[in-house]
C-alpha cells in the first residue's frame, strides 16, 4: 500500500506537558570563567500559525534593537544581546520567544530584569512606527535573498506534510509581513508574554571549595648575634 503524505498517528506523541509559570531557576556551574549566562522569554507560537510567526518574527528585531541599545550601550551590562523567535515545529506549544547573553556574576538578575522591562513596554505599546519600517525592511531584504534559494525551498517542504503546512502560506510571503499593523504584532506578542508563559534562568559559577594554604615551612631560627 502506498505511504500516507502525513502522521496523524503520531499527534498524541507530540503535546508538551508543561506546568504554568512563571518559571525562574539558578543552576550552578562547575567552571573556571567567572562568567554568568541568563536567557529570558516565554513560551512562543507555533509554525503553523503563519500570521503569528510572522509577527513575532517582526517583534523579535524591534527587540533585539532596543536591547542593544539600552543593555548593552547605555547600561554595559553584556557584550552582545539580541531576542529571537523559535516557532514550534515538531512539538505542540513548544515555541521559544527569548533573550539572553553572558554577563558577570553578580548583575545576572539585572540583565533579566531589564529583559523583561523591555518585554512589557512593548506588549504595552508595540512597536513605533519607525521601528516597524525598520523591521519590515530587514525582512524584505532577507527575503529577497532567501526566496532564490533551492535550500529555503528544500528546509520548507522537506516535513510540509508532517508538520501540516498550507501552500497558500508560502504564497505571497513579503505582502504578508507587510500587512501586519503595529497593534496586531503588539496583541499577538501580547497572547504569548503572559506569567504562565514566563521563564528565566541564570546560570552562574559554583562556588569553589575553600582553599587551605599551603603550610608554610618553618623559617630557620637566627643564631645569637655573637
Known amino acids: 500500500s502506498s505511504r500516507p503524505r502525513g502522521a496523524v498517528y503520531l499527534d498524541k506523541l507530540r503535546a508538551t506537558l508543561r506546568a504554568a509559570g512563571p518559571y525562574r531557576h539558578v543552576v550552578e556551574v562547575d567552571t573556571i570563567t567567572p562568567q554568568s ?16 510567526m ?15 541599545e539600552r543593555i548593552r550601550e547605555e547600561l554595559g551590562l553584556v557584550y552582545s544581546i539580541g531576542a529571537q523567535s523559535m516557532a514550534a515545529r515538531c512539538y ?24 523583561e522591562s523591555i518585554f512589557k513596554d512593548f506588549a504595552d505599546s508595540g512597536p513605533t512606527a519607525d521601528e516597524l519600517d525598520a523591521a519590515r525592511k530587514q525582512i524584505r531584504n532577507t527575503l ?20 501540516k503546512g498550507k501552500l497558500e502560506n508560502l504564497r505571497n510571503i513579503g505582502a504578508a509581513y507587510e500587512a501586519l ?46
Open 37 to 52: 549566562m541568563v536567557l529570558a522569554g516565554f513560551v512562543g507560537c507555533e509554525a503553523i500559525n503563519t500570521r503569528d
Open 92 to 115: 505542540e506549544d513548544a515555541g521559544f520567544f527569548f533573550s539572553g547573553a553572558p554577563c558577570e556574576p553578580g548583575k545576572g538578575e539585572q540583565v533579566i530584569a531589564e529583559i
Open 144 to 163: 529577497d535573498t532567501q526566496l532564490k534559494e533551492p535550500g529555503f525551498w528544500f528546509g520548507q517542504l522537506q516535513t510540509f506534510d508532517l508538520h
Open 181 to 226: 499593523s503595529g497593534e496586531e504584532i503588539r496583541d499577538i506578542f501580547r497572547k504569548y508574554n503572559v506569567p504562565e508563559r514566563v521563564f528565566a534562568v541564570r546560570a552562574i559559577p559554583a562556588p569553589t571549595p575553600a582553599q587551605t594554604p599551603a603550610d608554610e615551612e618553618s623559617a630557620p631560627e637566627e643564631a645569637a648575634p655573637e
Open 54 to 68: 510572522r509577527a513575532m518574527n517582526l517583534a523579535s528585531i524591534v527587540l533585539s534593537t532596543r536591547m542593544i
